[in-house]
């Protein structure tokens, strides 16, 4: 069974760091695409970043230049580190894991992933 287990949540006042993790287990396409995805409450599910097999990364625009997604293979982690917070990117933050067989319009929907894990929240104030 695949596996995906957050953590690193918290809270913190706007301008501070965090750094979110996902440790992953049971995953093993050639060809994957992994992702963060964040949802506020009465809001949609919405895609953070993703990261593709080949290195490919996407942002989305109210987190580019401040979020960066990385990835150890060595400790089967993927890791989304946050800078310059605002109040706004208060959500539940889900890890999530699929086959990459999605175009650059589609890989930051939900609908592109089969795994998820449960969840860090992130308040920022």
């Known amino acids: 069974d695949v596996q995906l287990v957050e953590s690193g949540g918290g809270s913190v006042e706007a301008g501070g760091s965090l750094t979110l993790s996902c440790t992953y287990s049971?995953?093993?396409?050639?060809?994957?695409?992994m992702g963060w995805f964040r949802q506020a409450p009465g809001r949609e599910r919405e895609g953070v970043v993703a990261l593709a097999s080949d290195g490919s990364t996407w942002y989305a625009d109210s987190v580019k230049g401040r979020f960066t997604i990385s990835k150890d293979d060595t400790k089967d982690t993927l890791y989304l580190q946050m800078n310059s917070l605002k109040p706004e990117d208060t959500a539940m933050y889900y890890c999530a894991a699929g086959r990459w067989i999605v175009g650059p319009s589609g890989i930051l929907h939900p609908s592109a992933y089969n795994y998820w894990g449960q969840g860090t929240q992130v308040t920022v104030s």
């Open positions: 049971g995953y093993s396409y050639r060809n994957y695409c």
